[in-house]
């Protein structure tokens, strides 16, 4: 997997995925402050970082966490339900084009480009396994988006929407919300679409220069539509439950084969 490499053939086998290769300008409004490898920059430590916060490891993270990306990839039915949908839906992933392992800010374990059409694992927040399934399945989402229901990341409410349904197909479960001190044991679907409209409200304002009330009104204005939106997974899924395994084999009936 490389951060900057850019197989012109693979895109043109998938004319729905942008060809730029180029960050915009403006990148911080964008979410790309948040990514400095995307610029070419990296994160700089100083010497206590390293002696004593464990940094420096940048060649061993990256190694650890492509062994993990690439398990998910081998193992995971989201991960593989996922990738099945995007081959169904004419953007088949490459992971050595497509996935990249890299050091990001300490606010975000993964994120999805699209400008270069690249999912990114933060190597130093997803350090294990099951961090890393849940970085590609959600970034994934957000990819199934910008290839099947033609996404425009400028715009609010379209970034709104795939943010939700990526919280509501994979973050938000009862363990997510109890923790987070927003589930009732009497109310649980009122809680679970708090958590959904908090965690997408979180990702909106990680990535986007834009006033608080506006996203809250942009993720109000789309939420009943994309909350009802379960594609390509079919199903809300619960943790340490079956969920998972029966997305994965209900996956042909819909028309996504698994890889």
């Known amino acids: 997997m490389h951060s900057n490499t850019f197989s012109e053939k693979q895109e043109e086998n998938n004319p729905k995925f942008s060809k730029s290769t180029k960050v915009p300008e403006g990148g911080s409004q964008w979410g790309y402050d948040l990514y400095p490898e995307r610029r070419g920059d990296g994160l700089k430590h100083g010497i206590t970082d390293i002696l004593f916060k464990g940094k420096g ?3 061993m993270d990256k190694v650890k966490c492509e062994r993990n ?8 039915p989201l991960v593989k339900l996922m990738m099945g949908a995007l081959k ?4 088949p992933l490459d992971i050595r084009r497509h996935i990249a392992c890299e050091e990001c800010s ?8 699209p400008v270069l ?4 694992v933060c190597q130093n927040m997803a350090t294990n396994r099951g961090l890393v399934q849940g970085v590609l399945t959600h970034e994934m989402i957000h990819m199934f988006d910008y290839c099947r229901n033609k996404l425009n990341f400028k715009n609010v409410d379209h970034l ?5 349904r990526a919280a509501n197909l994979t973050h938000c479960s009862f363990l997510s919300a109890w923790m987070e001190g927003d589930v009732s044991i009497f109310d649980f679907k009122a809680a679970h679409q708090d958590c959904v409209k908090k965690k997408a409200l979180q990702s909106i304002m990680a990535v986007r220069s834009i006033k608080k009330s506006d996203a809250i009104d942009a993720v109000d204005r789309v939420f009943p539509k994309c909350y009802n939106d379960l594609e390509p997974i079919g199903r809300r ?3 340490n439950s079956p969920d998972m395994f029966k997305a994965y ?3 042909p009936y819909y028309g996504y084969d698994p890889v």
Do not use: F, H, L, W
């Open 57 to 59: 490891q940048e060649s």
């Open 160 to 164: 709104a929407c795939t943010e939700i």
């Open 237 to 239: 899924i619960r943790r």
């Open 249 to 251: 084999a209900d996956g």
């Open 69 to 76: 990306v690439y398990k998910c990839v081998k193992d995971s």
């Open 117 to 120: 059409n690249q999912i990114v």
């Open 88 to 91: 169904s839906s004419g953007c």
């Open 106 to 113: 300490p606010v975000v374990s993964g994120g999805y480009d």
